[in-house]
């Protein structure tokens, strides 16, 4: 199992940026092979997938609400999964976790590890 850990989330006013990172360490087969998705979630309201980004980067996907505004990429030297989140809104606060996939596409959807999340607010 791939033990994954966020960072850079914090106090953002409307309209602006934020780049969170999850870094992976564990098994090196899987590391950089497995798909890794973004979710959120915000107090009283369930868990919400965002973003998923394939084990080769060939293939990244977005929830509707945020596509256009949030971008997910992959640097494979640092093992770390990045979501650059542009245009932020007061409805985007909530606490962002990363998961990892058991397989390479964002197509298989049971994940097998999940990090502890980072905290997004979202305020003026």
């Known amino acids: 199992q791939l033990q994954l850990v966020e960072s850079g989330g914090g106090l953002v006013q409307p309209g602006g940026s934020l780049r969170l990172s999850c870094a992976a360490t564990?098994?090196?087969?899987?590391?950089?092979?497995?798909?890794i998705a973004w979710f959120r979630q915000a107090p009283g309201k369930e868990r919400e997938w965002l973003s998923c980004i394939d084990g080769s980067s060939e293939s990244d996907k977005y929830l509707d609400s945020v596509k256009g505004r949030f971008t997910v990429s992959r640097d494979f030297a640092k093992s770390t999964v990045h979501l650059q989140m542009n245009s932020l809104k007061l409805e985007d606060t909530a606490i962002y976790l990363c998961?990892?996939?058991?397989?390479?596409?964002?197509?298989?959807?049971?994940?097998?590890?999940w990090g502890q999340g980072t905290q997004v607010t979202v305020s003026s």
């Open positions: 564990g098994h090196m087969s899987e590391v950089n092979h497995v798909a």
């Open positions: 998961a990892a996939s058991g397989a390479p596409s964002c197509s298989h959807t049971i994940f097998t590890s």
